[in-house]
């Protein structure tokens, strides 16, 4: 889960009451040749996981200061943690209008992450499934999940 080049340093769990959800927070030091990095694309320092009713959902990526990542979901070296389950848009647009938070966290780092795109180089290992990224193609392009973004960027969630 923790990534390519990414060794974990720490796992801190909790429970908050509101949510109903466990928190899981890995905490990652990046490391090229046994030296830590501070290269931009290795500068993930938390990966943010929750676990509610038997589901583990990827939330959330952060740097040192605790400013979001965007995830690279476009070679799976430099993938961490997972995609949402949703196979389809309306799939999608579920998980965007839960009433969970995490749900609409995972469908947003998935949104918001880093995807092959037309005149990329799919025929290297390690690419983004072709079948995934045609779903992230068609989400970015349908109306409903675009309204639905606009609509959480109003939110007053500080991760949202």
Request: no cysteine; net charge negative; charged share 25%.
């Amino acid at each position: 889960m923790t990534g390519w080049r990414s060794f974990m340093v720490d796992v801190r769990a909790n429970a908050p009451a509101d949510s109903g959800a466990i928190s899981i927070a890995i905490k990652t030091s990046s490391m090229i040749f046994g030296r830590v990095t501070r290269n931009d694309h290795f500068a993930i320092r938390n990966e943010i996981f929750t676990l509610q009713d038997d589901e583990l959902r990827f939330i959330r990526l952060e740097d040192e200061k605790g400013e979001a990542v965007q995830n690279y979901y476009a070679y799976t070296n430099g993938e961490v943690g997972f995609a949402p389950r949703a196979a389809n848009v309306d799939e999608y647009v579920a998980l965007l209008r839960s009433n969970h938070r995490s749900e609409v966290l995972s469908a947003l780092v998935f949104l918001g992450g880093r995807h092959l795109q037309a005149g990329d180089d799919f025929m290297l290992e390690g690419a983004e499934d072709r079948k995934r990224v045609e779903l992230f193609k068609q989400l970015t392009h349908n109306d409903g999940i675009l309204a639905l973004v606009t609509k959480l960027e109003h939110s007053e969630d500080p991760w949202i």
